[in-house]
């Protein structure tokens, strides 16, 4: 993931976050990256990193939200 900045659109950061993501989702304050075995949220400010693992099915995106489809309930992400 590459980070620019939005006045001249220099590059500032890049951050390694793996290939095996299959979808990306630009949240308020955080980017939520998914994968089959689990999520990471990235902090839009800081560029940390947490990752959680999860049996993922699928993902859907609402107006402010994110819902994880999971094999026996569902997980939403704000």
Do not use: P
């Not at 630009?26 to 990256?33: A, D, K, P």
């Not at 990752?51 to 939200?65: C, R, T, V, W």
Request: glycine share 4%; hydrophobic share 35%; proline share 0%.
């Amino acid at each position: 993931m590459k980070v620019f900045n939005a006045k001249d659109l220099k590059l500032e950061k890049t951050i390694d976050t793996g290939n095996d993501y299959v979808k990306m989702y630009n949240l308020t304050g955080e980017i939520l990256l998914v994968k089959k075995t689990g999520y990471v949220l990235v902090d839009k400010s800081s560029f940390s990193m947490k990752e959680f693992s999860e049996d993922i099915i699928d993902s859907i995106k609402s107006e402010d939200s994110v819902y994880l489809i999971l094999k026996d309930r569902y997980k939403k992400i704000k």
